[in-house]
Each structure stands twice: as structure tokens, then as C-alpha cells.
């Protein structure tokens, strides 16, 4: 048993195993200060809500509130392992300001209210739009931390009952091009791999993907392969020095918008030193020759100078790619975010295809996720696809889940694609859309070009409902505010990364009157009168555990079949993947072994779409290209950004996220620990850039693009030069403005462009070019962390550390 800074020491202890071997336990453990073991009154099973890795954990529960957390030594995700984000961020449910009564804006005030007033107010709204202007006047804007329950019951009120194509969630603006990337090369979204390849796998290569930060047990898992026998090399892509980047065998750091180019050049390596399984191609897969097309104008000589790549290097990566005997790859948002997101994600996948390497131990592609239930939020359908991976654009499909809800086909929207966040926010400025709920999310601070955002939410012909556990800054900006328990308040199921499905218990009640979120759009839809086509209820469950046997109904026989599964089995069993079903009783480690693949025509969930204009493939296209469902290898032509550097705007900007905060700190900025360890939002620049422009460590700069300004800290970093890089994490909630600026921005996104993949739709936050100046000298080092990708270059900067606050309890050994 051993005590550990978990502020200073993020990914905690190691515990070294070699490849084939299983990953050792280690239990982590933090209760409140003055709670011990023999104090806890009981442990209640879940798993991790911050980030999307899925660590199963125990609630620690005392005189009816939560006291702590424990990792679960028995579960496959994490061994025990818990995070600085899992150990700490259970704090903010304890917050004095969590939202306990509904509130209904009155003469331009929010004022407390009933929860039936508040309710008869958003079922009433709702009503009168459908009578004065249709089902397309309303939209939802959901999030990636709700419950499978919860998101499926959403869709089916949103598709099924009201009729509207205008439904996402917030992994539109993190993971989309995840299942962008895995419909295209596959047909179909869920992850191929599983995370015990990295138990085998003799290369890991990370594209944009900062694992250290965003799923830190993860990468203890990796840290544990590196410190054990036969570790295996590590390839990282990107423009910061993470440290990811610092224990890479090869550290590619491409300026921003060319990872295209990048991954066009290590593919145009593979095929023209013949490092191609032929047989797996030809028999598993369809495209090749159009990749081999376009690939030879792609030299590496070509992506050096595009990216600003050493061509070395470039080769280098491809020599680690082909002599892989398990190459396992993930991707995150560094591609996601960035320029031709969906077209590089998918070169991800066709290094493993021309490879010949997937649904085999060490062999398999994340397609990362960045939120904690983002895949119950596409498989459900709340992001706007139809539930169960259904296909919009096959009428089979779509009676096929008709017949499910037991309603007429024609009341679900198939007529086009379901309408993406970026234009839902279009349509509500111009007022097609006039009553928009959001659940879980605070687009007010998270979508990109901010003070548009602000203008659109703000309209007085839009009816906002907000679902949340705080009075966030897009909760100021509603008419109707609704409190929500949150996590250790309610059951529910969850899906991680890698297709695990944990059930989360109630461990206490939520606080006032706030209530699940289930039981919130379960009101909403008794209030709506949804009926199916015998006048009974649309929406038939009364409980969580009635809302998932309706989802395994609506699973079964599609990819993401959850048949198997049952709430006493993951009670007794932990952790388990889909699929699940009585052919796969103990769930389905990776998908696509032997090359059976989800890419039929008549089984498929998408069609694909051009990888460069996002134009839709016609069935008969794709049945016409695929006719057996194969693997789909597709080829893209590297096209410049929208908008790149220029005389005014000669630095290119970044945003992202460091380990100890999620999305825009609702939680962990009420998290002690967490808040301490990066208080405030800070820019980072190369040394080369600071010494150019003769700006020191601390300095308060302004940095400026078209769309605004934000002042901040200056950390000099490992960044590559001629790159900026902000946290996105920072709004106004815990400012005297509320939730816009008052003189002086420091939400990134104040500065960020509308724009967006053509495929996925993803914003791209990481394509956009800066100026920056000096307004303040330095008074100390800027208050960003030294232990993530943001640590200093300089001398001086002192360690982020959170001594006795931040010790957590690690044992070690035991089974798995």
C-alpha cells in the first residue's frame, strides 16, 4: 500500500508487465479527509464520468452522501486504476450552487419555480410550435455523460414522437468524426480494437491523440508495457511535446491542418515498399487501386515540406508501421478537430487494412472517444441517427424501427441526413428553429466564435430549455431551467471507448428537487400525450432498468446488440462488450476477426460520403461498390485550410485540454484538487517564438484573431513554433460577468472559427490563425500545469503538486 500525489504524479505508480502478459492490478483509492474504510457504510458500483476510458469504480457512501471513490481491482477496463479526474471530481455533487429548484425566466429574470409550471411551460411551448409550424421547429442539443437509458429514451420522443431530423449531441464537437471515420472504412461506427491490445501490441501509434491527458489510466497502461520486457515503440502525431511525445520512439509534429498530407505519406511508404498484405486485400477489402492512384503524388519529400516534417522522420514512422507484427493505432481530436478531419482519420484505417491488421490480439484502431458515454449517445440515436445503427437512407431500416416503436414509418425523419449541431445553430438564427433543449451540455462556452453563440441563444424568439446540474452559461441565457441529478444520483448503463458496458447505481439522493434525467424526458413525453399507432403511450418504461430491455428490443440483431446483457449480469460480471448476445454470452472482445465485417448494403448503417465535398453516396453507389461488404479503402487529396496564416494573422492556433479539467469545468473547476492544479486559462508559444517577440514566462498577452480576443498567461512550452495553443476549458461561470465577457475573453472559443468538416461536421477548432501582443509583464510563472504537455522550457516555474489534498491510496496486486 502506497501513498501518491495523484496531482503530481497524474498516472500514479508502475507496475511493469511484458507483452501477452495481463496488466498487474492496482487499487486506487481516495476518501474525504477524515473518512476511513471502516466509516464507509457502503460501496455502490460505477464508473468514471469525466473523460471516456470507463474506469469501473466503487461510491463510497456515509450518512447519505458521497464520501469517496475506489477503483475496482476485477474489472477489464482499468484493474483498479482510477485518475486525477475520477479521484477528485466526484467533489463537485457537493457544490453549494448545484441547481435544486426549476427556474422560469420572468420579466427577463430567473426566478424559482415548480417543477410542474416548469414542465407545463416546455410541453406547452412544444405544443403550440408543432400545431403553428411543424416538428421542424424544435431541436435538441444533447450531451456525451447522460445514460443509455436516457439517450434513447430522448431519441425516441425526438424521432418517433415529434417528428424532428433536428437532434445531436455535444460529440459533435469532440468525437463525430470518430464514427465518421469508422462508417466510411467500415459501413459502420463501434470500435474495431479493444483496449487489452495494448497488452500485445509491439508498435502503438497515437495520431493527435494526447492519451497522458485525456484518458491518463489508459496511458498508464502504456507507461506499464514501457517499464515492463519487449515494450513497444511508440509513433506520436503532434504539434505539441506531450508526453505522449516524450516517450515516442518517433515524434512527428506537423503544423496544423496537414495531417492528410502526413498520413498520405507514410501510406505512400507501406505501398511502395510492398509492406501489403495482398492476400487480406483482395480478400477483404475494396478501393485499393484509387488509393494507389492518388498516393503517387504523395512522397514524403511532398508532406515535409507541407507539414514542416523532417522527411527522416517521416520515414522513420513508416519503417516502425511496417515492420509491426501487432499494431495497434488511436486517434483523438489532434485529427478530429483539425482540417480534413474525417479524410486523415480514415488513412488511420487504411494503414490497418493494407496491413492486413485488425480483430487479432496487439491488432486493432480506436477511433477515440472523449466523453464518457459519447458512444450511447450515437448508438442510441441521440446525436441524430436512427437507434441501433440503423441507416436513415434504407427504408427497410426505417420500417424496420417503426415496427420497434410501433408507430407509422412516415412520423420518423428519413427524407435527408439528421440535421448537425452547426446547422441546428443556423437554423435557430434564423428562426426556423424556435425551441431548442439542451441536456447536459454549455454550448455558450464550448461551440466555437463565441459571441455569435451568444447572439443566437439569446434571441427572444427562441424558447431555451436547459437540463443541467448547474447554472452554467447557457443555462443564464434560458427561459427554462431544469435541475438534474447527476452521476451517484440515478442508475443507469454506460458504454466506454472501447464498447465496455458498466451499470452505474444510485448511491444517494440528488439534492432539493432536482431529478434523473430519465425521469425529466419521461415527464416531458407523458405531458406531450406521444402515442403509438394504438393510442398507447409511445414511451412505455417507467424505470431505468424497463428503459433498457426497451433498448436491448431496439439492439438486437443490429452491430451494437445488447440483448445478452442484463442489469444482474453487469451487477455480478462488471465490465462487459457488445456485442453481447446469446451466440457472444460473454460479450465480443474486437470486432471484425476473419474480415466479417458490418458493410452489407442491406445490414449497413451508412452509405459513406465524399471524404472531400461530404456529399452522400446513393445506395445503388454503394451497393454498386461494395456488393459483397467489405472494408472500404478511400483516398483523399489534400486540399488547403479555409483560413492559414497571413501577414495579420502569422500564428497558427490551437485549442484543447489538459488533464485535470473536462469540458468547461462545470465539474472539476468545483473540484478542489483539480481547480488548484490549473486555476486559470494560459497561451503557450515555443521559445523560439517567445525570444522573437521578447516575451518572458507569465507575461499577460492578447491574443487576437477575426473573431475576438483573449488575454492570458504566456507559458513557454514544448509547442512546435509558429503555433499557439489555448485550453478550452475556460468560461465566466465563477466571474462576476456570469457568462460573456466583461472587457476581456478568456473562453477560447471566443476566438475559433464556423466552419467544419464536410464529411463528419465536426467544428474545427484546431484550424485558425492568430496575432498576439503584450498587455502586462509578469508577475510569476503562468498558473499551468508542469506535469502535462504544458510543462515549461524555462527555469524556475515551479511543480504543480497538491501535497497531503492530493494523496491518494494505491495497493497493489490481486487478480483482475
Known amino acids: ?25 492496482r487499487v486506487d483509492a481516495y476518501l474525504e479527509p477524515g473518512v476511513s474504510e471502516s466509516d464507509v457504510e457502503a460501496w455502490v458500483r460505477s464508473a468514471s464520468l469525466l473523460h471516456s476510458n470507463g474506469d469501473a469504480m466503487d461510491i463510497a ?3 447519505g452522501r458521497v464520501v469517496g471513490v475506489r477503483g475496482r481491482g476485477d474489472d477489464r477496463v482499468n484493474h483498479g486504476r482510477l485518475g486525477p479526474k475520477d479521484l477528485f471530481g466526484w467533489q463537485a455533487t457537493h457544490s453549494p450552487d448545484r441547481l435544486t429548484t426549476p427556474l422560469i425566466r420572468r420579466g427577463g429574470e430567473l426566478v424559482e419555480t415548480d417543477w410542474d409550471t416548469a414542465m407545463s411551460a416546455v410541453a406547452g411551448r412544444t405544443k403550440e410550435l408543432l400545431a403553428e409550424r411543424g416538428p421542424s421547429s424544435i431541436g435538441f442539443y444533447t450531451t456525451g455523460q447522460l445514460f443509455c437509458e436516457e439517450y434513447y429514451t430522448l431519441a425516441v420522443i ?15 464537437l469532440c468525437t463525430a468524426t470518430a464514427a465518421a471515420a469508422l462508417k466510411e472504412s467500415f459501413a459502420c461506427d463501434g470500435q474495431p480494437g479493444s483496449y487489452t491490445d495494448i497488452d500485445h501490441a509491439d508498435v502503438i501509434a497515437l495520431y493527435g491523440h494526447n492519451m497522458a491527458e485525456t484518458q491518463t489510466v489508459l496511458w498508464s497502461r502504456v507507461l506499464d508495457r514501457l517499464a515492463g520486457p519487449d515494450p513497444p515503440a ?26 492528410l498530407p502526413l498520413m498520405n505519406a507514410l501510406l505512400h511508404e507501406i505501398i511502395a515498399n510492398d509492406w501489403i498484405d495482398h492476400d487480406y486485400l483482395a480478400a477483404h477489402t475494396v478501393g485499393f487501386d484509387e488509393l494507389r492512384t492518388q498516393l503517387e503524388s504523395c512522397p514524403p519529400e511532398k508532406a515535409a515540406e507541407i507539414c514542416d516534417v523532417p522527411v527522416a522522420d517521416l520515414r522513420a514512422a513508416a519503417r516502425l508501421l511496417d ?9 483523438l481530436q489532434g485529427f478530429y478537430q483539425s482540417h480534413q478531419a474525417t479524410a486523415a482519420a480514415v488513412q488511420v484505417n487504411n494503414v490497418h487494412l493494407l496491413r492486413g491488421m485488425l480483430g487479432r490480439p496487439g491488432c486493432g484502431i480506436l477511433q477515440m472517444n472523449g466523453q464518457p458515454t459519447a458512444q450511447n449517445t450515437r448508438e442510441c440515436g441521440a446525436d441524430g441517427d436512427l437507434p441501433g445503427f440503423r441507416n436513415w437512407a434504407n427504408d427497410a431500416h426505417v420500417r424496420e424501427l417503426a415496427e420497434v416503436w410501433h408507430i407509422d414509418r412516415m412520423r420518423i425523419p428519413h427524407y435527408s441526413a439528421p440535421t448537425h449541431l452547426m446547422q441546428m445553430m443556423r437554423y435557430v438564427e434564423d428562426g426556423s428553429i424556435r425551441l431548442l433543449y439542451v441536456s447536459g451540455t454549455n454550448p455558450a462556452v464550448s461551440l466555437p466564435e463565441l459571441a455569435r453563440v451568444r447572439g443566437i441563444l439569446g434571441q427572444d424568439r427562441l424558447f431555451l430549455v436547459v437540463q443541467d446540474i448547474f447554472l452554467s452559461e447557457t443555462a443564464q441565457l434560458a427561459d427554462v431551467v431544469l435541475p438534474a441529478a447527476t452521476w451517484g444520483e440515478k442508475t443507469g448503463t454506460f458504454t466506454n471507448a472501447d464498447r465496455t458496458v458498466h451499470l452505474s447505481e444510485r448511491a444517494v439522493d440528488p439534492p432539493g428537487q432536482a431529478r434523473p434525467d430519465l425521469d425529466i424526458f419521461l415527464d416531458y413525453a407523458r405531458r406531450l400525450d406521444l402515442t403509438d399507432k394504438d393510442g398507447a403511450p409511445l414511451v412505455k418504461w417507467r424505470t431505468p432498468e424497463e428503459a433498457f430491455q426497451a433498448w436491448q428490443r431496439c439492439s438486437a440483431g443490429r452491430p451494437c446488440d445488447y440483448t445478452g446483457l442484463s442489469y444482474d449480469m453487469l451487477r455480478e460480471r462488471g465490465g462487459i462488450q457488445w456485442p453481447c448476445t446469446a451466440e457472444h454470452p460473454d460479450g465480443t472482445e474486437r470486432l471484425y476477426a476473419d474480415g466479417a465485417f458490418f458493410a452489407d448494403p442491406d445490414y449497413c448503417e451508412s452509405y459513406g460520403r465524399d471524404l472531400i465535398t461530404g456529399a452522400p453516396l446513393e445506395p445503388t453507389e454503394y451497393r454498386a461498390m461494395n456488393p459483397a461488404g467489405k472494408a472500404i479503402i478511400k483516398a483523399a487529396e489534400y486540399l488547403p485550410p479555409h483560413e492559414t496564416v497571413s501577414d495579420d494573422y502569422p500564428l497558427h492556433l490551437v485549442t484543447g485540454r489538459t488533464l485535470y479539467h473536462f469540458h468547461t469545468r462545470t465539474k472539476t473547476g468545483r473540484a478542489p484538487q483539480l481547480q488548484a492544479a490549473a486555476p486559470q486559462v494560459w497561451v503557450e508559444m515555443s521559445d523560439e517564438d517567445a525570444r522573437r517577440h521578447d516575451f518572458d514566462e507569465g507575461d499577460l498577452l492578447c491574443v487576437t484573431t477575426p473573431r475576438g480576443s483573449v488575454t492570458a498567461r504566456l507559458r513557454v512550452s514544448g509547442i512546435r513554433p509558429g503555433v499557439l495553443f489555448l485550453p478550452f476549458h475556460y468560461g465566466y461561470w465563477d466571474t462576476p460577468a456570469g457568462h460573456e465577457p466583461d472587457g476581456h475573453g478568456r473562453a477560447a472559443n471566443e476566438l475559433t472559427i464556423t466552419d467544419w468538416d464536410p464529411a463528419s461536421k465536426q467544428p474545427l477548432f484546431k484550424t485558425g490563425a492568430a496575432r498576439v501582443h503584450r498587455v502586462g509583464r509578469a508577475e510569476g510563472a503562468a498558473a499551468a500545469p508542469t506535469t502535462t504537455a504544458s510543462r515549461p522550457v524555462r527555469a524556475g516555474v515551479a511543480e504543480t503538486v497538491a501535497g497531503r489534498a492530493g494523496v491518494v491510496t494505491e495497493t497493489t496486486g490481486g487478480a483482475a
Not at 5 to 22: L, N, V
Not at 161 to 167: E, P, R, S
Not at 246 to 259: D, E, F, K, Q, W
Open 323 to 331: 515492420t509491426a507484427r501487432r499494431l495497434l493505432s488511436t486517434v
Open 61 to 63: 457512501v456515509r450518512a
Open 234 to 259: 511508440l509513433i506520436c502525431v503532434d504539434p505539441r511535446a506531450t508526453p505522449v511525445a516524450r516517450a515516442a520512439t518517433v515524434h512527428l509534429a506537423p503544423r496544423p491542418g496537414t495531417n
Open 1 to 25: 500500500m502506497t501513498d501518491v500525489d495523484r496531482i503530481a504524479e497524474p498516472w500514479g505508480s508502475r507496475t511493469p508487465y511484458g507483452a501477452g502478459q495481463q496488466w498487474p492490478v
Open 158 to 172: 425526438g424521432h418517433g414522437g415529434i417528428g424532428t431530423n433536428h437532434m445531436d449531441g455535444n460529440t459533435r
